[in-house]
């Protein structure tokens, strides 16, 4: 078996998968590994993206779309509804996917511009040699062995372990991540052109709980809750999300769990060493305030394989290059939306019930035709003279 690359990338996701299909369309010689046997399974996601952003990086399939929006209604605490067309709710609205046939798609198209991809094959550890990665320590069927690179890419997720054996710091405080748990559930009373969001302490503390259609009489359920809204003695995620399926979706059945944890801390420090790249959840990329992290994913693998090629190319994968073709490049553009959310992610999670009445009482007449998420956040902190003030930095 092949042991040394140009390019390794660790963790077959959004992420990963784009990382590697750009390295290899530029000519590089690149190894995708993925620990689990099957990629994209379990799913652990919402599955909705935005329809406009998904079609800038990929060429759209409707075998991975389950359902196609034409928009979302969010309820605030006092169930007023707010009901927004698919171009102007974006975020993580438009499609929803079936991310275990997306996700195996994107490897495949990586592997169709010559990516070798190895499946349930482990990254245990970096080589690092002279302050530079060379490589990385993996496991498959038991057996471990060493694999070489010019340039490491890390995507393994959530949990990642690439960027902490690298040095970088990507610990997560309660208050930087949402506890998620979700349920596909299926024969229930769905309108399947709409996803819903619900807010409100009672609800989702600190978070919200969604319903995103997926297709003749199936739904993605779920709840997320911000860890610094969590306690020993309080209701936990799985309690709220079971007691609004009781009321919402009494016949319903679950057919699929989903567990996990989403990043919302907004950029971190480094993203780069000297010979390595993290990019998508391992490099907390996701959006603060809705937790999607899909398209930054898919964006950011992007970038960093790009940089791959002019790093390999200029020979020079050190640190000083990395930040130049990487981490500069990301921070000035999808770093800056990161951190605009991270701002409204601050100032919503101190708001009351009453707060967010108020504000979805401002919003329900207002007729939204077209509408940037900045004209939104003005329309509704108009109501509140203190929020838009907190929030000036944004207008
Ligand atoms: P991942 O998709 O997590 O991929 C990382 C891959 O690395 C995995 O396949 C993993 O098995 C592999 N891996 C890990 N460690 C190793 C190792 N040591 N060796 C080899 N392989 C390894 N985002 C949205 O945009 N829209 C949503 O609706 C949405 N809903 C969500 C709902 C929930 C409940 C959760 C938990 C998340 C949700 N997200 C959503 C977030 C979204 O799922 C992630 O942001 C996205 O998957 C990040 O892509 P990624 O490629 O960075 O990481």
Redesign the pocket.
Known sequence: MKDMYEVLV???????SIAAKIAAENGLDVLL????QE?GDPV??????NKEYLKKHVEIDKSWICADLKGSCIYSPDGTKIEMAEEIAGG?VGYVLERKVF?RALAEQAAKAGAEVRVK???TGLIIEDDFVKGARLMHLGKEYDVRARIVIG?????S?VGRWAGIDTSLKPIDIET?V?YLIAGADINQEYCEFYIGSETAPGGYIWI?PKGEGKANV?I?ILGSKMGKFKPRPVDYLNSFIEKRFPDASIVEM?F???PVSGSIEKTSVNGLML????ARQ?DPIT?????N?MNAGKMAGEAAYEAISAGDVSLGKLEEVYEKRWRETLGHDIDMSLIVKNCFINLTDDNLNSLAHSLKDVKFERMSLLDLLQALFKANKKLLWDLRVLF
């Open positions: 660790i963790g077959a996701g959004p992420a990963g590994i993925e620990k689990r990629i652990r996601c919402a599955e909705g993206v993580e996700d094959t482990r990254a995507a393994d997720g959530v949990e372990k998620c979700q995103f779920g997320g989903v996990g944890g989403v990019v998508g959840d391992a996701s937790g999607g992290g899909i398209l994913a």
